[in-house]
């Protein structure tokens, strides 16, 4: 199988960082995954040649459940209330115009309240962290660690 995750985040703005706190969790057990500013070109050059893409980005919500996800496929809505200007919904419209989208795109989006100068996510997005990565290795159809 041919996949990557691909976490989008800041690491220096709490819990902007989950993508990439999730895409550590995950190379750490041998999955491909790669960290992410959210730029459309970069997501579409880390997802080349992959034909299943996981991508984990943290959402703003009205109100938030800090550290509540929601999974979500194409051609449903890809979340537009990323935390950064430009991400990954617009990826994904740029890869439909050049014919580059993955065959199979699945986008976990963590809500968040918390996106401060400095490092380290609240209590309540890093204990998503492990139930997260959990689902995705049941999405890549990867065995659970003993």
Do not use: K
Request: net charge negative.
């Amino acid at each position: 199988m041919n996949a990557v995750v691909i976490g989008v985040g800041n690491e220096y703005r709490r819990d902007d960082g989950i993508g990439p706190a999730v895409a550590r969790a995950l190379a750490a057990l041998g999955v491909r995954a790669e960290i992410s500013d959210g730029d459309p070109v970069r997501l579409m050059e880390s997802w080349e040649g992959a034909e299943i893409v996981v991508i984990v980005d943290a959402v703003r919500c009205t109100p938030a459940v800090a550290g509540r996800w929601h999974r979500t496929t194409l051609p449903h809505t890809v979340p537009a209330a990323s935390t950064h200007g430009f991400g990954v919904p617009e990826a994904v419209d740029l890869a439909d115009a050049l014919d580059r989208r993955p065959e199979h795109l699945v986008v976990y989006a963590v809500e968040i309240t918390d996106t401060g100068f400095g490092t380290g996510l609240s209590a309540a997005v890093a204990a998503a962290v492990a139930p997260l990565t959990a689902a995705i290795r049941a999405e890549l159809s990867l065995p659970m660690p003993l």
